[in-house]
């Protein structure tokens, strides 16, 4: 079965400081892997989208960027973080290929900026 | 520019009773319509979800309706309990396609 992990679970940073998230998939080969940020009550917005290594579809202008070093590995990444830069952000992957319908989601990493 | 629409922003339902969220879609071009159910720090986990070729799709206490003709959705949570207090995100998307757009949820709130 597949598993998507992500790390780490919670972190505080300070304004100005670099970023760097990761998500991995387990259990599957040449997913599409994507990036969301959840804001407190919000709904969820894409950042980042990939369907293969070194492909990245960025969706909002942003200080954040996105990379695929490996199959099963997305990373999320900022060289310095904004004060609203905080939030939830989930990873989720789906079969690629047009193969699956179902998205699913990663546990989610809590980034406070202060 | 919102592909999905949905509403309410929030619900307060008693226990027993049927709790009921609405989405609405513009692209006829989309063929996978998915609900999600969110816990307060948890991911977002995949509820139930169906293609426009039905009507209607039941899964336990959880029945989507769909009207294609009128580009819309609907969740039913009969029976709603204090455990389906959550965060439900519609969505929709289209094969062969990558990205899914998101409804920006319902915060629920079932009362014992």
């Known amino acids: 079965s597949q598993t998507i992990h992500q790390w780490p679970a919670t972190l505080v940073q300070p304004v100005g400081s670099p970023l760097s998230l990761e998500c991995t998939v387990e259990?599957?080969?040449?997913?599409?892997l994507y990036w969301y940020r959840q804001a407190a009550g919000r709904g969820l917005q894409l950042l980042f989208y990939?369907?293969?290594?070194?492909?990245i579809s960025s969706e909002v202008p942003q200080n954040l960027s996105a990379s695929r070093p490996q199959d099963r590995q997305f990373i999320l990444s900022s060289k310095k973080l904004l004060l609203s830069d905080s939030g939830f952000y989930l990873c989720?992957?789906?079969?690629?290929?047009?193969?699956?319908?179902?998205?699913?989601f990663g546990p989610g990493t809590r980034l406070l900026v202060l | 520019q919102q592909q999905v629409k949905q509403s309410p922003q929030s619900l307060i339902v008693q226990k027993g009773g049927i709790s009921i969220i609405n989405c609405a879609y513009e692209?006829?071009?989309?063929?996978?319509f998915p609900w999600y159910q969110q816990f307060p720090g948890k991911g977002p986990a995949l509820l139930i979800a169906?293609?426009?070729?039905?009507s209607e799709k039941k899964e336990g206490r959880f029945t989507i309706s769909f009207n294609k003709s009128a580009k819309q959705f609907s969740l039913h949570i009969m029976d709603s309990q204090p455990g389906d207090s959550a965060t439900y995100f519609c969505?929709?998307?289209?094969?062969?396609?990558?990205?899914?757009?998101f409804g920006t949820g319902t915060s629920l709130t079932v009362i014992p």
């Open positions: 989720a992957w789906r079969l690629g290929g047009g193969r699956e319908e179902t998205q699913y």
């Open positions: 259990g599957t080969s040449n997913p599409n």
């Open positions: 990939s369907v293969g290594i070194g492909q």
């Open positions: 692209n006829t071009a989309f063929d996978y």
């Open positions: 169906i293609r426009p070729d039905v």
């Open positions: 969505a929709a998307s289209m094969l062969p396609g990558n990205q899914f757009y």
